[in-house]
């Protein structure tokens, strides 16, 4: 049986303590974290943890992961959909698949080259908006859940702040048809410590969690966007 995550770099664990000065394994690949969300949601059900999170992934890229993934009967898929403000440029050289990824963390140069610099720039200037991967976000949410629902594979699926929820109106049919576990990742991410580049989240906020997760699975807490908007707002207007 099998734990399969899916996400950016905050599945993946980066900078975690096991990766962040030994970050290729012995094959020469990219390594995962072991203290991930993921991992503890597996280690707590007994089954083998497969970390399919991509560092700075945007959601249309996780949604092609999702869809290429070969499954297993017994499979449970969990998915932590990324921020909006990023973009994947996936290009096809050499007979090889490349992805240029671009996000505000690309501007400064300090790690990134002129060329993603400069095309990062224009993305944002000229194309990037809010409402745009709004739409791409929800719509990629609403297919990969179709299509793992009619494959017979068990998924959950969190988002990592509660507030795009608010942000723009939705189409109704993302309303009433996508299903989430009402748990942000935003609430855990600065429990301390944080992970070694000071930005990602910590071992203890991975834990922290997953725990969340396990425990609103126990409890069947998945509920409808419109539901989770629909007690936000009443929240809110409680707490007034």
């Known amino acids: 049986m099998r734990v399969i995550s899916f996400g950016c770099s905050h599945t993946w664990g980066s900078a975690l303590p096991d990766i962040v000065h030994n970050p290729i394994d012995e094959n020469g690949n990219k390594k995962a974290s072991r203290f991930t969300f993921g991992q503890v949601i597996a280690d707590h059900y007994g089954y083998e943890h497969i970390n399919q999170g991509e560092p700075g992934a945007d959601n249309y890229f996780i949604a092609g992961k999702i869809i290429d993934f ?15 403000n990023r973009y994947t440029i996936n290009e096809f050289v050499d007979g ?12 400064d140069g300090r790690d990134h080259p002129r060329h993603i610099q400069k095309l990062t720039k224009t993305w944002v200037r000229y194309f990037d908006n809010d409402y745009d991967q709004y739409i791409r976000t ?6 990969t859940q179709t299509l793992l629902k009619c494959k017979g594979i068990k ?18 049919n993302f309303m009433k ?18 992970a070694a580049d000071n930005s990602h989240a910590g071992r203890n906020a991975h834990k922290a969690f997953g725990d969340a997760i396990i425990n609103e699975i126990k409890l069947k807490n998945i509920k409808t966007i419109k539901q989770i908007s629909k007690d936000r707002k009443q929240k809110l207007d409680t707490d007034k």
Not at 96 to 107: A, D, F, H, T, V
Not at 158 to 166: A, R, T
Request: net charge positive; glycine share 2%; aromatic share 12%.
């Open 138 to 143: 929800f719509t990629a949410i609403h297919h």
């Open 177 to 194: 048809d996508i299903k989430l576990i009402p748990v942000f990742f935003k609430h855990y991410r600065s429990i301390p410590p944080l």
């Open 70 to 84: 070969e499954y297993k009967k017994d499979d449970i898929v969990i998915v932590l959909w990324s921020h909006l």
């Open 155 to 172: 998924s959950y699926h969190l988002l990592q702040q509660p507030s795009v929820l608010s942000e723009n109106p939705l189409r109704k």
């Open 96 to 107: 090889k698949q490349k992805q240029m990824r671009l996000g505000p963390w690309c501007i």
